[in-house]
C-alpha cells in the first residue's frame, strides 16, 4: 500500500523529464534508495508494472541502488554500520550520530529511447 | 534504428510531497496555528495524551485532525468534549501525507490562534518518513513497549522534537530499563525533551502544555522576524557535531 502513490510519483517525475526531452520510451530508471527511507523495492517494481501501463514507462525495468545507513562516531569519527540493539562505534566505542547516509530517496537518472 | 540516452535526474521523490508540506506550514503559520504531527504505535496512547494536553493548554485553541484507517471513534470521542475534530480515514494507507493534510485544512475554519494536533496513523515506521506540514513531530512512546524502542525505530526517534514517555504509572510492575532508553534516544537526538506522563493519573501533561505554549509563541515571534525573508526554509533537523551529552 505504501509504495503505490510513490511509485506514481516516480512515474510521473520520470515521464516529465522524459517528455522534455522528446523521448519515445523509458527503458530503465535508477533509483538511489535507503534503507532507512522505508520503501521496498521489490514492492514498487510490482506496483510500477501494473500503473506504468500506457505510460511512456510501460516495460522500463527499475534498477535499484541500496543504501546501508551510517553513524558517524561522536568520539573518532569514523562512519559506521550501527549493530543491532546498540549506536555504539566498533572502533573506538563511543555513541554514534545520526547521517544522512541512508535515508536517500532519488531517481539518479533513466535511460530513453527517442 | 532508436537512440538510446541515458540522462542523469537526480530527482528527490519526497520533494512535491515536502513542496505542499511548507505551503500547509507557511500558511498555518500566517494564521496563527501551530501543527504539532502526533506519532506512535498503536495503543500508546495518542488520542488519551491529546485530551490530557488540552485540558493543560492555556490561551490557545485546540483543533485536532484524526488519521485512522478507519473508524471515527476517537473523533467522536473529542468532539464529545467541544474540541473541534475533523477525521481523515485512509482505508488501508500507513501515514498520512502532505496533500491529505492539505486538503482536509482547506475545509477547517481557525476562528481563533492556536494549536492543531495532527494524530498520525498509530505506526512507529512510515508517519516519520513524511512531512506534513508540522511545526513539530511529537512521538509518543510507553514504558509498556519496552525499553528498547530507540534501537528498533531508530528514525521516529531521531526525527522527534518531542517525545513523550507515557504510562509511567506501570513503573512499579514492569521491568522497562530506562538508562537503557534514555541512552538511545539521547544517540538519536541530543536535545529533544522527555516528558514522563501518565494518561491515568494526568501527571505531566502541565509541562507538555506548557512547552507547547512556549514553541507556539517562539514560532509566532520568529515568523514576524523572517517575514519578506524569501529564504525562509522550514524547520530543518540539523544535529550539531559537539560532543557534550546529557
Redesign the interface.
Known amino acids: 500500500m505504501h509504495e503505490f502513490p510513490i511509485t506514481q510519483q516516480i512515474i510521473k517525475l520520470a515521464e516529465k523529464h522524459a517528455t522534455e526531452l522528446c523521448a519515445s520510451r523509458i527503458k530503465s530508471i535508477k533509483l538511489v534508495v535507503g534503507d532507512y527511507c522505508g520503501f521496498v523495492g521489490d514492492s514498487i517494481q510490482m506496483y510500477f508494472d501494473v500503473i506504468s501501463e500506457g505510460t511512456l514507462c510501460e516495460g522500463a525495468t527499475i534498477e535499484i541502488e541500496h543504501v546501508k545507513p551510517k553513524m558517524k562516531c561522536t568520539g573518532c569519527g569514523s562512519l559506521f554500520e550501527r549493530e543491532f540493539l546498540s549506536f555504539a562505534c566498533p572502533k573506538c566505542g563511543a555513541d554514534g550520530e545520526p547521517t544522512e547516509i541512508g535515508k536517500e530517496f532519488y531517481i539518479e537518472s533513466i535511460e530513453i529511447e527517442r | 534504428m ?13 520533494d ?2 515536502d513542496h505542499i508540506a511548507s505551503h500547509t506550514n507557511e500558511d498555518l503559520t500566517d494564521r496563527h496555528i501551530y501543527v504539532i504531527n502526533v506519532m506512535g504505535a498503536p495503543g500508546v496512547g495518542k488520542t488519551t495524551t491529546l485530551k490530557n494536553i488540552i485540558k493543560n493548554l492555556k490561551g490557545l485553541k485546540p483543533y485536532v485532525i484524526e488519521g485512522d484507517i478507519e473508524s471515527d471513534i476517537d473523533t467522536r470521542d473529542l468532539r464529545s468534549l467541544g474540541i473541534d475534530t475533523f477525521q481523515i480515514n485512509t482505508f ?4 498520512l ?1 502532505a496533500p491529505m493534510i492539505h486538503n482536509q485544512v482547506q475545509n477547517i475554519k481557525f476562528d481563533e490562534k492556536g494549536v492543531l494536533f495532527i494524530e498520525n496513523i498509530g505506526n512507529l ?2 508517519p516519520a ?1 513524511f512531512s506534513i506540514g508540522e511545526h513539530c513531530k511529537m512521538l509518543i512512546s510507553t514504558v509498556t513497549e519496552g525499553s ?1 524502542k530507540p ?2 525505530y ?2 521516529a526517534f ?1 526525527k522527534a522534537d518531542a517525545i513523550i514517555l507515557n504510562k509511567v504509572d506501570l513503573l512499579p510492575y514492569l521491568d522497562f530499563d530506562e538508562e537503557f532508553y534514555m ?2 534516544v ?3 537526538n ?1 536535545e529533544v525533551p522527555v516528558f514522563k506522563v501518565s494518561g491515568k493519573t494526568g501527571e505531566g501533561f502541565a509541562e507538555v502544555a506548557a512547552w507547547i505554549q512556549e514553541r507556539a509563541q517562539e514560532e509566532k515571534t520568529a515568523h514576524h522576524h523572517h517575514h519578506g525573508d524569501e529564504n525562509g526554509h522550514h524547520h530543518h533537523h540539523e ?1 550539531d ?1 559537539a ?1 557534550n ?1 546529557d
Not at chain 2, 532508436?2 to 528527490?12: F, G, I, P, T
Not at chain 2, 488501508?92 to 501515514?95: K, R, Y
Open positions: 532508436h537512440d538510446v540516452l541515458k540522462v542523469n535526474m537526480m530527482a528527490n521523490i519526497h512535491e510531497n488501508g494507507a500507513c501515514h501525507d515506521v512510515c518518513e528498547d534501537y528498533k531508530p528514525l531521531e541512552k538511545g539521547r544517540a538519536l541530543k544535529h557535531t560532543h551529552h
